[in-house]
């Protein structure tokens, strides 16, 4: 068993013990006979901690004051389910054979996703500002690249705030697409395909759904709005998602073979939209895998991938100061850069622009406009080119977006893509891609 996995399991055991612990004489938190507004009070059952959030239990399609929801939350519990439906086609040449497609869209493409999710506040232990989280996953793909296809644990996890609120634990199974990072548009998981995002932080063996794997993840809340994250994850297979879904169908085995340590730092500077202020968010960080990766200059696997990342987004407008200063224009940028001679995609700059709120009937909407650039790595392409590969060097693309909120819980994202170089191999033409994505949150 390797150095990395024990101490991997060691700080596990040393949070779980401490969660257990700490205890209060009572919940800071009212009860539906004790309050108003509901909502206000249920939203605490929603996913803490991570830098993408789903929509609040209020926006559900099982109103949040009805008998299923309110008898549940009388024990501190909510449950969710979450169900995805996704379509993309390229529109500019006719599809190609399905076991010929080498970029999702050029044959068309159907995925599909369930997602239940339990969450319980720990009230009747006596914990304060404390989370259990248990959710499954199902995902079928008509591409398996795009996937990978699964069927098994998304999360297991407890969370607890410490120091009135100065520090948060999250430690158990998760994915750290939705912890770190922060590339979903307007930082919610609902915004279909708005969320046009770089695959950099996946390469190098970050979790991402509907995978999962084991953690500790640690936020510290400074004065003045900044934080710093710090992430011990057990990496997935260097091989990609298809590769950690083979070895682990279920996503419950602690440590596959050759899966080692990946260390996550984030730090960054997030200051809400308030009727006096714009919302402003930045965020910086590496990641570092110890888990063996082929080198493409070497041949060999070696340790050492990692990727370093920054982002911002500033809000330009506000629409409805008084009581949803949120709203309005906002302006984003994202870099990152990978180790070229591990990782197939080794930059990624996007630029973007967005609104919440694009009209005063729609107040829920989005609509978005993004640019990203993409480069491959030199030693593979050099290497298939010398295979004799035809390749593309890079890739870039111009994404216009709209995110319906059609009902409570109800969202229709519709997209039209334009990509220049939209495969390292073998050198296809450009495509103009539609997108579609319904989402269902129950």
């Known amino acids: 068993m390797n150095t990395q996995c024990k101490q991997i399991r060691m700080a596990l055991a040393i949070v779980m013990i401490a969660l257990g612990c700490t205890s209060s004489t009572a919940q800071e938190q009212r009860t539906p006979e004790g309050t108003s507004n509901p909502a206000a009070s249920i939203e605490s059952l929603n996913i803490p901690g991570g830098d993408a959030a789903l929509p609040p239990l209020s926006d559900s399609a099982i109103d949040v004051n009805s ?95 410490f120091g009135h609120d100065r520090v948060e634990v999250k430690t158990g199974y998760d994915s750290n697409d939705i912890e770190f990072v922060g590339m979903q548009v307007g930082g919610s998981t609902a915004g ?12 190098v063996g970050m ?5 999962t794997a084991p953690q500790l993840n640690l936020k510290l809340n400074a004065p003045g709005r900044t934080y710093l994250k710090l992430g011990f994850q057990r990496s997935l297979d260097a091989e990609g998602g298809p590769a950690t879904e083979a070895r682990n169908h279920t996503g419950v085995r602690f440590d596959p073979k050759g899966d080692k340590l990946l260390s996550i730092g984030e730090a960054g500077f997030r200051r809400p939209a308030t009727s006096s202020e714009r919302a402003i968010w930045f965020r910086a960080g590496y990641l570092h895998n110890t888990t063996r990766y082929l080198n493409f200059a070497s041949g060999r696997y070696e340790p050492g991938n990692h990727v370093a990342f920054a982002l911002i987004d500033d809000q330009l407008t506000r629409s409805g100061v008084e009581h ?49 650039y993409t480069g491959f790595s030199k030693s593979l392409t050099d ?29 229709l994202s519709v997209g039209l893509s334009y990509v220049h170089g939209p495969a390292v191999k073998p050198k296809a033409d450009d495509a103009l891609t539609f997108a579609a994505v319904y989402s269902v949150f129950f």
């Not at 279909?192 to 390469?203: D, I, K, R």
């Open 207 to 211: 979790a991402f759904f509907p995978l």
């Open 324 to 372: 949803h200063p949120e709203r309005g224009i906002y302006i984003g940028a994202s870099a990152m850069t990978a180790a070229s001679d591990f990782n197939a995609y080794d930059r990624y700059y996007e630029a973007r622009l967005y609104k919440l709120g694009p009209f005063t009937s729609r107040p829920l909407d989005v609509a978005s406009l993004v640019s990203t």
């Open 383 to 411: 290497s298939l080119v010398a295979n004799g590969a035809s390749v593309w060097r890079n890739s870039a693309s111009a994404t216009g977006s709209y995110n319906f909120h059609l009902a409570p819980g109800n969202y």
């Open 192 to 203: 279909g395909v708005q969320g046009v995002y770089a695959v950099l932080p996946y390469e």
């Open 67 to 161: 008998p299923f929801r309110q008898v549940l939350w009388h024990r501190g519990l909510a449950l969710r389910l979450v169900n995805t439906t996704r379509y993309a086609q390229n529109t500019l040449q006719a599809p190609v054979p399905a076991d010929q497609q080498v970029y999702v869209g050029q044959h068309p493409f159907q995925g599909e996703v369930i997602n239940p999710i339990l969450t319980w506040d720990l009230r009747q232990l006596g914990l304060r500002h404390a989370q259990f989280d248990v959710s499954g996953a199902w995902q079928w793909v008509s591409w398996e690249p795009a996937g990978p296809k699964a069927f098994g644990l998304w999360t297991l996890y407890l969370y607890k705030e």
